[in-house]
């Protein structure tokens, strides 16, 4: 059998973090997801124990602050200790929420089987199996207020560096950073190619919250995201990867969906309504649809209503939106929408526009001359095309009609469009 290696690679836990935006619409709502962190962490560990897998790795940003709450501290600790009853190590480094400084003066003594990456140069460990050597790990932890600005937090760290610390040779090397790669050039970038060719088998990133690899088919860099959304932003199943590295075979990572609650947006058509309690059905028919695809308990989710409708001068109303809002959350306990966005078109009557008489009326009166003579306008679009020397499409002749009725409405619309905003 080839020899591999399975390991969870988590990172952005942000234990702590206070959903500030949140408790000013709905205190209940940030309580809710203020125990939405420490469940996501727990299924973490039960995750890795459950699934047996050879280590954890946690790539920063464990807390959300640096100086966290004795309740977030603990909890925290506390899985770290049933990691450690069930022979499972955890490599860690920390992150710009989470500096070096407040784990070596405050959070207290890791237990055994944790390590964390030092700050001030790189750091490098074995993982053994059966005492011999799996896999050598690389890392450095979130830079601190003396470090160079312009240091490259991944220097230093490859399969040879990893070799050389460690003493021994081993099938696999992975390395471990906090970093902004070449997505936030402010938080200790590094340049992904580089990465890659420093011979480690994977890297295992923490800082940008949404989940990511280099290649699907072969992941060698990889951000595992956050493992709950904290807020609309970060929208979407969160959660951490399970990493499978094999002798000779690609890589591969399966995404573990951990958040209970998942932030969603959601455009909903609203064109086919006849009465507002048709708009709110379609708004909790679209709601169920996206919460069975979400992988989660409960749904906070933003809602922007769009389409053409009669209805419009009724949506417009700051008053009918509020108590349509406050209806959906009524509804179903565990949906909460946090905004109702108006965003449909009134339906406009073509004859009204041709009797206003004003520029639409103009177009409106050119088209329908167009539409009676399809010769004239074929002729005419040949020889638009001959000036560029190439030939009328077929189907063009074909349906010139359909596109003749296309073209009027969306120079409607966006006449339309260009008086409403
Ligand atoms: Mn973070």
């Given at each position: 059998m080839k020899t591999r290696v399975t390991f969870i690679h ?43 897998v050879d ?79 799996l896999v ?23 399969r ?10 081993a099938p696999f090397s992975v390395g ?16 992904p190619h580089?990465l890659r060719a420093t011979n480690m088998d994977y890297w295992a990133l ?5 989940r990511q690899v280099d290649d699907p088919h072969d992941p060698h860099v990889a951000f595992s ?16 990867y399970e990493v499978t590295l094999t002798q000779d075979a690609p890589n591969m990572v399966n995404f573990i ?165």
């Amino acid at each position: 059998m080839k020899t591999r290696v399975t390991f969870i690679h988590a990172a952005d836990l942000h234990l702590g973090a206070p959903f500030r935006g949140l408790r000013a619409l709905s205190p209940a709502w940030a309580d809710r997801l203020l125990t939405a962190i420490p469940e996501a962490y727990d299924r973490l560990i039960d995750t890795a124990i459950d699934h047996d897998v050879d280590f954890v790795i946690m790539a920063g940003d464990m807390f959300d602050m640096a100086e966290p709450s004795y309740a977030d501290y603990a909890h925290f600790f506390d899985g770290l200790h049933r990691l450690e009853s069930a022979h499972i190590p955890v490599y860690m480094c920390a992150g710009n929420h989470d500096p070096y400084v407040s784990w070596r003066n405050d959070f207290g003594d890791l237990p055994d089987n944790a390590y964390m990456f030092p700050a001030d140069r790189p750091g490098f460990i074995t993982y053994e199996r059966h005492g011999r050597p799996l896999v050598l790990l690389g890392g450095r932890s979130y830079f601190n207020q003396s470090t160079p600005v312009d240091e490259d937090i991944a220097r230093g760290i490859s399969r040879v560096a990893a070799e050389r610390a460690c003493g021994v040779h081993a099938p696999f090397s992975v390395g471990v950073l906090h970093t902004g790669l070449d997505l936030d050039p402010k938080k200790a970038p590094t340049d992904p190619h580089q990465l890659r060719a420093t011979n480690m088998d994977y890297w295992a990133l923490g800082h940008i919250h949404k989940r990511q690899v280099d290649d699907p088919h072969d992941p060698h860099v990889a951000f595992s995201g956050c493992i709950q959304g904290r807020d609309i932003k970060e929208t979407g199943a969160r959660g951490c990867y399970e990493v499978t590295l094999t002798q000779d075979a690609p890589n591969m990572v399966n995404f573990i969906s951990l958040a209970s609650v998942v932030w969603q947006k959601t455009n909903v058509d609203v064109s086919h309504c006849g009465t507002l309690a048709e708009v709110h059905d379609a708004i909790m028919g679209d709601l169920f649809r996206l919460n069975g695809k979400a992988q989660c308990e409960d749904m906070v989710e933003r809602v922007t209503l769009t389409g053409k409708t009669d209805l419009h001068h009724l949506l417009r109303q700051p008053e009918i939106i509020d108590d349509m809002r406050r209806k959906i959350n009524n509804g179903y306990p565990s949906f909460f929408c946090d905004a109702l966005i108006d965003n449909t078109r009134p339906n406009i009557s073509k004859k009204s526009l041709k009797n206003e008489g004003l520029f639409p009326a103009t177009l409106l009166r050119q088209s329908s001359g167009e539409r009676d003579d399809p010769e004239g306008s074929i002729t005419w679009l040949q020889d638009r095309f001959l000036e560029e020397e190439l030939s009328l499409p077929r189907s063009y002749e074909r349906n010139i009609e359909t596109m003749q009725r296309r073209a009027e409405t969306i120079v409607l619309d966006l006449l339309e469009g260009g008086d409403d905003r």
